[in-house]
């Protein structure tokens, strides 16, 4: 049986929560190269947004962020793990340690993960960790306010810019932001709100079938295969797994994600993992999202580099 959005639906259920970050299901495989309609480099030319960024303190509080108690609390308590964890220091390759650190996880939430794919600080996740299952068209007026933290524990809050339900995409647009810790010698330096965001660069064409990936993202915290609620997986907040490119569904359209990813890989993931970068481990490079698996083979799908590709060309041409 598929595993579907009922997983996150449990999830938000068990916290009483809205939907943040809801997971998914899958189907079969296929290797398709992707046309290259344009580099991500020009894309971003015309697609970055520059703005000022509004600089948050290096001790936020409640007040300043509209969240819920429990919610502040999570973020709080993420920002500290994600401070111990320095997640970049499990990988070698320099352009992978990049991936690590351009990667967020969801602060209201107990899961969600986005990928910054641009220093101007947009965003890029999967549409159900953002909107309703009852949108079904791109809303460039989506205005809900979303806090997240880079891999570092950065904090930033964002707005929704776009989203595509059919694709399952959402680009997400940083607007205010914490100033960048660096450590140097065991001293610590912060950088000006604005200084340009860590980012990852979007490939130019799929992976070769087989061709190794690693997914950095944000499991979840609450146990879901367990009959009662509130058990805690014991996962760190962010994790790194590796895997390989399974090519795309042959039986679907790989711009219709609405109910199962149309990529296939088999990097480990969790309810959690939806939005997750999936990186091809030679190049550094961005080639497509995590968002959903099958109970039934255990093979885990995703959003592929087309429907990113088409997603942000459509915005462009617009």
């Known amino acids: ?60 509080t409640r007040s300043m962020t509209t969240l819920t108690k429990v919610s502040f609390m999570l973020l709080l308590s993420k920002q500290k793990k994600l401070r111990e964890l320095c997640i970049e220091k499990q990988l070698d390759q320099p352009s992978l340690k990049q991936a690590a650190k351009a990667t967020l996880v969801f602060a209201q939430e107990e899961a969600g993960t986005a990928i910054c794919i641009d220093p101007s600080g947009l965003l890029l996740t999967c549409s159900h960790c953002v909107s309703s299952d009852s949108e079904v068209s791109i809303h460039k007026d989506a205005s809900d306010v979303q806090w997240l933290l880079f891999a570092s524990g950065r904090v930033v809050r964002t707005k929704c810019i776009l989203h595509d339900e059919r694709r399952d995409l959402a680009l997400l647009q940083i607007t205010a932001a914490q100033a960048d810790r660096r450590q140097v010698a065991g001293n610590v330096f912060r950088m000006p709100s604005n200084h ?17 990936l690693v997914c950095i993202g944000h499991p979840g915290s609450e146990d879901l295969e367990v009959a009662r609620p509130g058990v805690k997986t014991g996962y760190d907040t962010l994790h790194v797994s590796h895997g390989q490119y399974q090519g795309l569904a042959s039986d679907q359209d790989p711009q219709d994600n609405s109910e199962i990813g149309a990529l296939q890989h088999d990097c480990w993931t969790y309810w959690g993992h939806s939005g997750a970068p999936l990186v091809n481990a030679s190049s550094g490079r961005l080639i497509g999202l995590h968002s959903s698996w099958d109970d039934a083979t255990g093979m885990r799908r995703g959003i592929p580099l087309q429907a990113v590709k088409a997603f942000l060309n459509d915005q462009v041409l617009q």
């Open 1 to 60: 049986m598929r595993q579907t959005r009922s997983a996150t639906r449990l999830a938000a259920q068990r916290r009483d929560a809205s939907n943040q970050s809801r997971s998914r299901s899958e189907a079969p495989a296929v290797e398709e190269h992707v046309e290259n309609e344009q580099s991500a480099e020009v894309m971003f030319k015309n697609l970055s947004i520059h703005h000022d960024i509004e600089q948050l303190p290096e001790n936020i």
């Open 196 to 212: 340009p965001f860590p980012h990852l660069s979007i490939a130019d064409h799929d992976p070769a079938k087989d061709g190794a």
